[in-house]
């Protein structure tokens, strides 16, 4: 079965500075994807970043990319020059061959003014 | 095209009434799928609809919930003789096929007491 873990349940990082939010999982599939959403506090899920396994390039949205490592099983989220609004929380998720989502525990982002 | 709605957006019932509510996905996806997410966690697979077909169910998906999309348009997930622990988020998503991402509804918040 997969899985999927983040390990930070809180962060907090200072406006306008760059944090990394760490994200590991298991499968044994080989084709599949990633993504990070985001959950402001009362809001509704938005997705923030796509990753497909077989592309080796590591995907970037804006002040958002990822560091996809494949053999690791890993796939961090760096966001760049935080915003008060990045503050939220956000969850890693793979994509099943079925389609369904599987969802870290979340990690709670803090954007210090 | 406004994206993913749900409704209601906040229900409150007793225990042992039957609840149903509604997600309407954005017109051109043809996969919907259901999750519930309690406080501070990620959200769960329930189940998913590739158009009228209903092809995956959690175990999550005691036989007191039941979930249709008839007509391949809006789907319906009903929760009879409610449980304190039914108490969660109950979120929708549809899925662009092509490009395997999810869009989220804003939930619904069930409340049983």
């Not at chain 1, 994200?23 to 599939?29: F, G, K, L, Q, V």
């Not at chain 2, 959200?43 to 998906?61: D, G, M």
Request: aromatic residues 12%; proline residues 4%; hydrophobic residues 30%.
């Amino acid at each position: 079965a997969q899985t999927v873990t983040q390990s930070q349940p809180e962060m907090s990082v200072q406006e306008a500075e760059t944090v990394t939010l760490s994200c590991t999982y298991d499968t044994s599939e080989n084709n599949y994807y990633l993504f990070w959403y985001k959950q402001p506090p009362s809001r509704q899920m938005i997705l923030v970043i796509r990753q497909e396994a077989y592309k080796q390039q590591n995907a970037t949205e804006n002040r958002f990319s990822v560091n996809f490592q494949k053999a690791a099983k890993s796939f961090s989220l760096k966001i760049s020059d935080s915003q008060l609004g990045d503050t939220a929380m956000y969850f890693c998720a793979f994509r099943s061959h079925t389609g369904k989502l599987i969802f870290g525990q979340g990690t709670t982002l803090q954007v210090k003014p | 095209d406004t994206g993913v709605s749900q409704n209601p957006r906040h229900k409150i019932t007793k225990r042992g009434q039957n609840v149903t509510f509604r997600c309407d996905p954005i017109s051109e996806h043809n996969r919907l799928y259901w999750y519930r997410q309690t406080l501070g966690q990620g959200p769960e697979f329930l189940t998913y609809f590739q158009n009228e077909a209903q092809l995956e169910k959690s175990r999550l998906l005691s036989d007191r919930f039941s979930a249709e999309r008839p007509k391949g348009s809006f789907s319906t997930l009903e929760i009879q003789r409610t449980e304190q622990g039914d108490s969660a988020m109950y979120l929708c998503a549809s899925e662009d096929t092509r490009g395997h991402e999810q869009y989220f509804g804003p939930g619904t918040r069930l409340t049983v007491t």
